[in-house]
Protein backbone atom coordinates (compact mmCIF):
# COMPACT_ATOMS: atom_id res chain seq x y z
CA UNK A 1 0.00 0.00 0.00
CA UNK A 2 1.09 3.28 -0.95
CA UNK A 3 2.04 5.48 2.11
CA UNK A 4 0.12 8.35 1.28
CA UNK A 5 -2.81 5.99 1.07
CA UNK A 6 -1.79 3.90 4.14
CA UNK A 7 -1.51 6.76 6.31
CA UNK A 8 -4.99 8.43 5.57
CA UNK A 9 -6.94 5.07 6.40
CA UNK A 10 -5.17 5.20 9.90
CA UNK A 11 -6.75 8.81 9.82
CA UNK A 12 -3.01 10.66 9.38
CA UNK A 13 -2.35 12.63 6.72
CA UNK A 14 0.31 11.88 4.07
CA UNK A 15 3.07 14.36 2.68
CA UNK A 16 0.82 15.77 -0.46
CA UNK A 17 -1.71 16.70 1.65
CA UNK A 18 0.70 18.77 4.26
CA UNK A 19 2.22 20.22 1.06
CA UNK A 20 -1.19 21.47 0.14
CA UNK A 21 -2.00 22.53 4.00
CA UNK A 22 1.48 24.59 4.60
CA UNK A 23 1.94 25.74 0.96
CA UNK A 24 0.16 29.16 1.83
CA UNK A 25 1.47 29.64 5.37
CA UNK A 26 2.86 32.66 5.98
CA UNK A 27 2.80 32.74 9.61
CA UNK A 28 2.90 29.61 11.53
CA UNK A 29 1.35 29.80 15.16
CA UNK A 30 2.50 27.37 17.46
CA UNK A 31 0.30 26.13 20.69
CA UNK A 32 3.06 25.93 23.58
CA UNK A 33 2.48 23.14 25.95
CA UNK A 34 2.32 19.78 24.06
CA UNK A 35 3.93 21.10 20.88
CA UNK A 36 6.88 22.52 21.14
CA UNK A 37 7.82 20.69 24.79
CA UNK A 38 5.89 18.59 26.98
CA UNK A 39 5.87 21.38 30.33
CA UNK A 40 4.71 18.88 32.84
CA UNK A 41 6.48 15.60 32.10
CA UNK A 42 4.95 12.17 33.40
CA UNK A 43 2.90 12.21 36.64
CA UNK A 44 3.70 15.86 37.64
CA UNK A 45 0.73 17.93 35.21
CA UNK A 46 -1.64 15.62 37.48
CA UNK A 47 0.41 16.50 41.07
CA UNK A 48 0.18 20.13 39.51
CA UNK A 49 -3.50 19.68 39.78
CA UNK A 50 -4.21 18.60 42.61
CA UNK A 51 -1.68 21.15 44.56
CA UNK A 52 -4.37 23.69 43.33
CA UNK A 53 -7.41 21.23 44.26
CA UNK A 54 -5.80 21.38 47.83
CA UNK A 55 -5.06 25.04 47.62
CA UNK A 56 -8.74 25.50 47.22
CA UNK A 57 -10.26 23.12 49.53
CA UNK A 58 -7.82 24.75 52.50
CA UNK A 59 -9.57 28.15 51.37
CA UNK A 60 -12.65 26.71 51.76
CA UNK A 61 -13.53 26.94 48.09
CA UNK A 62 -14.17 23.35 47.84
CA UNK A 63 -17.43 23.96 46.24
CA UNK A 64 -15.98 26.08 43.16
CA UNK A 65 -15.07 22.67 41.29
CA UNK A 66 -17.13 20.01 40.18
CA UNK A 67 -16.12 16.11 41.12
CA UNK A 68 -14.83 16.04 37.62
CA UNK A 69 -13.26 18.93 37.70
CA UNK A 70 -11.53 17.72 41.11
CA UNK A 71 -9.70 14.91 39.29
CA UNK A 72 -8.39 17.55 36.53
CA UNK A 73 -5.45 16.11 34.83
CA UNK A 74 -3.86 19.62 33.98
CA UNK A 75 -3.80 22.79 36.08
CA UNK A 76 -4.79 24.59 33.26
CA UNK A 77 -8.12 22.22 33.60
CA UNK A 78 -8.45 23.36 37.40
CA UNK A 79 -7.87 27.28 35.94
CA UNK A 80 -10.45 26.98 33.62
CA UNK A 81 -12.74 25.71 35.49
CA UNK A 82 -12.45 28.57 38.36
CA UNK A 83 -12.05 31.23 35.62
CA UNK A 84 -15.74 30.09 34.04
CA UNK A 85 -17.00 30.83 37.68
CA UNK A 86 -15.45 33.81 38.98
CA UNK A 87 -13.57 35.43 35.81
CA UNK A 88 -12.27 38.00 38.15
CA UNK A 89 -11.26 39.22 40.80
CA UNK A 90 -8.17 38.76 43.25
CA UNK A 91 -9.03 35.10 43.69
CA UNK A 92 -8.38 34.82 39.62
CA UNK A 93 -5.40 36.78 39.96
CA UNK A 94 -3.65 35.01 43.21
CA UNK A 95 -4.62 31.48 41.60
CA UNK A 96 -3.28 32.75 38.51
CA UNK A 97 0.25 33.79 39.55
CA UNK A 98 0.23 30.07 41.38
CA UNK A 99 0.24 28.73 37.86
CA UNK A 100 2.89 30.36 36.73
CA UNK A 101 4.94 29.41 40.12
CA UNK A 102 4.44 25.88 39.25
CA UNK A 103 5.33 26.05 35.37
CA UNK A 104 8.42 27.95 35.74
CA UNK A 105 10.49 25.26 37.64
CA UNK A 106 8.79 23.19 34.86
CA UNK A 107 10.37 24.99 32.40
CA UNK A 108 13.94 23.89 32.86
CA UNK A 109 12.81 20.08 32.82
CA UNK A 110 10.54 20.43 30.40
CA UNK A 111 11.16 17.69 27.17
CA UNK A 112 11.25 18.92 24.03
CA UNK A 113 8.34 17.30 21.27
CA UNK A 114 10.44 15.49 19.02
CA UNK A 115 11.45 17.46 15.73
CA UNK A 116 10.22 20.73 17.52
CA UNK A 117 13.07 22.58 17.61
CA UNK A 118 14.45 21.31 13.92
CA UNK A 119 11.38 22.42 12.47
CA UNK A 120 11.10 25.63 14.35
CA UNK A 121 14.59 26.60 13.16
CA UNK A 122 13.90 25.31 9.66
CA UNK A 123 10.51 27.16 9.39
CA UNK A 124 12.10 30.36 10.77
CA UNK A 125 15.24 30.25 8.01
CA UNK A 126 12.60 29.89 5.17
CA UNK A 127 11.14 32.90 5.89
CA UNK A 128 8.05 32.18 7.86
CA UNK A 129 6.64 34.08 11.48
CA UNK A 130 6.53 32.34 13.71
CA UNK A 131 4.69 33.22 16.89
CA UNK A 132 3.58 31.60 20.20
CA UNK A 133 -0.35 31.69 20.81
CA UNK A 134 -0.66 29.88 24.32
CA UNK A 135 -2.48 29.19 27.72
CA UNK A 136 1.56 28.69 29.26
CA UNK A 137 2.98 32.04 31.31
CA UNK A 138 4.57 33.86 28.87
CA UNK A 139 7.27 33.93 31.26
CA UNK A 140 7.83 30.68 31.22
CA UNK A 141 8.00 30.21 27.35
CA UNK A 142 10.54 32.35 27.19
CA UNK A 143 12.15 31.18 30.38
CA UNK A 144 12.05 27.70 27.98
CA UNK A 145 13.00 29.01 24.48
CA UNK A 146 16.03 30.39 25.93
CA UNK A 147 17.01 26.70 27.23
CA UNK A 148 17.02 25.68 23.75
CA UNK A 149 18.70 28.81 21.97
CA UNK A 150 14.91 29.15 20.18
CA UNK A 151 13.99 32.54 21.66
CA UNK A 152 14.50 34.63 18.51
CA UNK A 153 12.79 32.53 16.71
CA UNK A 154 9.54 33.80 18.42
CA UNK A 155 10.28 37.01 20.04
CA UNK A 156 8.99 39.15 20.50
CA UNK A 157 5.95 37.35 18.65
CA UNK A 158 5.12 35.18 22.16
CA UNK A 159 1.74 35.70 23.35
CA UNK A 160 0.65 33.31 26.20
CA UNK A 161 -1.67 33.69 29.63
CA UNK A 162 -2.87 37.06 30.48
CA UNK A 163 -4.62 37.90 33.56
CA UNK A 164 -7.82 37.81 31.54
CA UNK A 165 -8.51 34.47 31.74
CA UNK A 166 -11.56 34.59 29.55
CA UNK A 167 -9.08 34.59 26.96
CA UNK A 168 -7.88 31.07 27.76
CA UNK A 169 -8.72 28.78 25.01
CA UNK A 170 -11.01 27.79 23.20
CA UNK A 171 -11.12 31.88 23.19
CA UNK A 172 -9.37 33.19 19.98
CA UNK A 173 -7.47 35.84 21.86
CA UNK A 174 -4.03 34.60 22.32
CA UNK A 175 -4.52 33.62 18.28
CA UNK A 176 -5.64 37.15 17.45
CA UNK A 177 -2.43 38.87 19.45
CA UNK A 178 0.16 36.46 17.44
CA UNK A 179 -1.39 37.35 13.86
CA UNK A 180 -1.64 41.14 14.92
CA UNK A 181 2.08 40.77 15.77
CA UNK A 182 2.90 38.67 12.49
CA UNK A 183 1.04 41.44 10.26
CA UNK A 184 -0.65 38.04 8.05
CA UNK A 185 -3.71 37.15 7.41
CA UNK A 186 -5.44 35.00 9.62
CA UNK A 187 -5.61 33.14 6.03
CA UNK A 188 -2.01 32.91 5.47
CA UNK A 189 -1.30 31.67 8.58
CA UNK A 190 -1.56 28.13 10.28
CA UNK A 191 -1.72 27.00 13.81
CA UNK A 192 -0.07 23.84 15.51
CA UNK A 193 -1.96 22.58 18.27
CA UNK A 194 -2.59 19.24 20.33
CA UNK A 195 -5.56 19.84 22.06
CA UNK A 196 -9.29 20.38 21.07
CA UNK A 197 -9.42 23.66 22.61
CA UNK A 198 -6.36 24.60 19.95
CA UNK A 199 -8.54 23.20 17.30
CA UNK A 200 -11.94 25.65 18.77
CA UNK A 201 -9.74 28.53 18.70
CA UNK A 202 -7.90 28.44 15.55
CA UNK A 203 -11.87 27.41 14.23
CA UNK A 204 -12.83 31.07 15.63
CA UNK A 205 -9.98 32.72 14.57
CA UNK A 206 -10.14 31.69 10.92
CA UNK A 207 -6.94 30.27 11.03
CA UNK A 208 -5.88 26.27 9.21
CA UNK A 209 -5.07 23.97 12.39
CA UNK A 210 -2.91 21.07 11.97
CA UNK A 211 -3.05 19.02 15.18
CA UNK A 212 -0.47 17.13 16.43
CA UNK A 213 -1.54 14.00 18.56
CA UNK A 214 1.76 11.74 19.59
CA UNK A 215 -1.24 9.48 21.37
CA UNK A 216 -3.74 7.49 19.84
CA UNK A 217 -5.73 9.17 22.48
CA UNK A 218 -5.56 12.61 21.72
CA UNK A 219 -5.91 12.04 17.88
CA UNK A 220 -9.37 10.63 18.65
CA UNK A 221 -9.83 13.89 20.34
CA UNK A 222 -8.58 15.62 17.79
CA UNK A 223 -10.42 14.01 15.39
CA UNK A 224 -13.71 14.28 17.36
CA UNK A 225 -13.39 18.05 17.27
CA UNK A 226 -13.85 17.90 13.80
CA UNK A 227 -9.63 18.45 12.67
CA UNK A 228 -9.21 16.98 9.57
CA UNK A 229 -5.26 16.97 9.44
CA UNK A 230 -3.37 15.45 12.36
CA UNK A 231 0.04 13.60 12.62
CA UNK A 232 1.76 11.76 15.44
CA UNK A 233 5.17 12.99 14.48
CA UNK A 234 6.06 15.99 13.44
CA UNK A 235 8.75 14.49 11.69
CA UNK A 236 6.78 14.37 7.71
CA UNK A 237 6.63 17.82 8.01
CA UNK A 238 10.06 18.47 8.65
CA UNK A 239 11.37 16.30 6.04
CA UNK A 240 8.66 18.19 3.67
CA UNK A 241 10.24 21.96 4.89
CA UNK A 242 13.74 20.67 3.81
CA UNK A 243 12.51 19.45 0.65
Not at 30 to 52: E, I, K, Q, T
Not at 122 to 143: C, E, H, K, M, N
Not at 211 to 240: F, H, K, M, N
Amino acid sequence: MARGAEDDRKGRVGPAGLEELVRGARAVLWDFDGSVCRLFAGRAARRAAADLVEWLEDRGLHGLLTESERGAPHPHAVLRAVARGHPGGDLVAELEERVTRQEMPAASSAWPTPYADPLIRTWTAAGARLAIASDTSPRVIRAYLATRGLVDCFAPRIHGRTRDLGQLKPDPGSLHRALSATGVAASRALMIGNMPADHEAALRAGVPFLGYAPSPAQGEALRDSGAGTVLDSLEPLLRLLRR
